[in-house]
């Protein structure tokens, strides 16, 4: 045991003998190359094909709870009773499966060059076609306004779990969650673009 912690110790301190501090100027004159492959994925209320593949089937356990609720300028009744814009049944997938973060140098009249982080998807500068943006069954199934009902039996607008009647006369809608306006996208998004994010030298009169 020891013996291997004399081993480690030599080790460290052997690595650590090789270090040199660098001062702001030899840190400006350093010069590298590289980057990074990444991919992304958002799924929300979906269960996962047996196959594997992206298209998935909506699941929830309790469909009240898969919702988006907002509240646009926190409306409210005489009653204190608050108005909600419910998104019901939320659900989709999106995926891009490839985007590169990398560095760049650019060039700015009057400012110098300076260093910039940089986010590209879509197409590489060179011709080369990145994947696009995968969606799948990405919607809700109705919106509805609700209201609070604090005062009766103390529930949130949002937790409102009234459904259309088995008699409805629209037999699309029989046992369906109330509301209107449903939406489903599936398929391919072809986009491309970069962004760079990069840091202004502080100066009161610097513009970027």
């Not at 469909?63 to 509240?71: G, M, N």
């Not at 969606?135 to 919106?143: D, H, M, S, T």
Request: proline share 1%.
């Amino acid at each position: 045991m020891k013996l291997i912690l004399s081993s480690l110790l030599l080790l460290v301190s052997s690595a650590q003998a090789g270090l040199v501090g660098l001062n702001n100027e030899q840190l400006g004159e350093v010069n590298g190359q590289g980057g990074a492959d990444l991919s992304w994925t958002l799924s929300l209320n979906h269960k996962l094909t047996t196959d594997g593949s992206l298209s998935r089937e909506y699941e929830c356990t309790n469909a009240v709870y898969c919702r988006l609720a907002i509240s646009p300028n926190n409306r409210k009744d005489a009653n204190g009773n608050m108005y909600w814009l419910v998104f019901k049944q939320l659900q989709g997938t999106l995926q891009l499966d490839k985007f590169q973060l990398d560095g760049v140098t650019l060039s700015q009249t009057g400012d110098g060059s300076r260093t910039a982080l940089q986010l590209r998807f879509g197409d590489d500068g060179k011709g080369n076609y990145f994947q696009p943006l995968k969606i799948r069954n990405f919607g809700y199934a109705a919106l509805q306004i609700e209201k609070d009902n604090i005062v009766t039996v103390g529930q949130k607008g949002y937790l409102n779990s009234s459904t259309y009647p088995t008699n409805h006369i629209s037999v699309f809608d029989q046992n369906k969650e109330t509301g209107f306006t449903g939406l489903n996208i599936h398929g391919n998004l072809a986009l491309a673009g970069t962004l760079k994010v990069f840091g202004c030298n502080g100066s009161g009169g610097s513009r970027c």
